[in-house]
């Protein structure tokens, strides 16, 4: 029953910008924390950014001061802001929330054309 759906994926020029969304039908949002993922073809899936139920946040260093992650708390949303896009940016990206068990999204593609 629980689900994640992204959307704001689609194809952009290198310098340009994308914002990711993502909606969790999970009971008690606010407790988790949540993460942005991404893979590329023939690459492991990363942690690209994570939000903390208390606001804190982490990147990844090389998205670091091009991306921010954000979360709406009230409507079970959680943002991925991304600017700058560089062709090595193209991927899948999935929201991810931990709890006791792990929830996933489907995934939005990116991809930045140079």
């Known amino acids: 029953q629980v689900q994640l759906v992204e959307s704001g994926g689609g194809l952009v020029q290198a310098g340009g910008s994308l914002r990711l969304s993502c909606v969790a039908s999970l009971r008690l949002f606010s407790h988790y924390d949540v993460g942005w993922y991404r893979q590329a073809p023939g690459k492991q899936r990363e942690l690209v950014a994570r939000?903390?139920?208390?606001?804190?946040?982490y990147y990844v260093d090389s998205v670091k001061g091009r991306f921010a992650i954000s979360r709406e708390n009230a409507k079970n949303m959680v943002y991925l802001e991304m600017n700058s896009l560089k062709p090595e940016d193209t991927a899948v990206y999935y929201c991810?929330?931990?709890?006791?068990?792990?929830?996933w999204g489907q995934g939005t593609q990116v991809t930045v054309s140079s």
């Open positions: 939000i903390f139920s208390g606001g804190g946040t």
């Open positions: 991810n929330v931990r709890s006791s068990l792990v929830y």
